[in-house]
């Protein structure tokens, strides 16, 4: 079974720090692009952050200099180190992997559970 897990989402002060972790378990040959997504209660979901597998990123215009993405790809393993957090910030947070490559060869898109991340003020 192929599955991406998320950990790290918690409680946390404006302005701290929390780090974001998924990981992308089962038998995959590589994976194309990974990213972070986010929504909170009666918004859309948005892009936080995506990065490819050569190390090319993007972020959201709310998070350009806060926030930073970063994978391991022996790992399989998608982070994302939040800074300076806001309150607006709060949200559940969606890992994203695209063009799994799978044995068959067969290729998948997935999302992880989701981990909340809630920002005090």
Known sequence: QVQLVESGGGLVQSGGSLRLSCVASGTIFSIDGMGWYRQAP?????????????????????????????RDNAKNTVYLQMNSLKPEDTAV????ADNVWLPGPKYLELWGQGTLVTVFP
């Open 42 to 70: 009666g918004k859309e979901r948005e892009s936080v952050a995506t990065i490819t597998r050569d190390g090319t990123t993007h972020y959201g215009d709310s998070v350009k200099g806060r926030f930073t993405i970063s």
């Open 93 to 96: 947070y969606y890992c994203n």
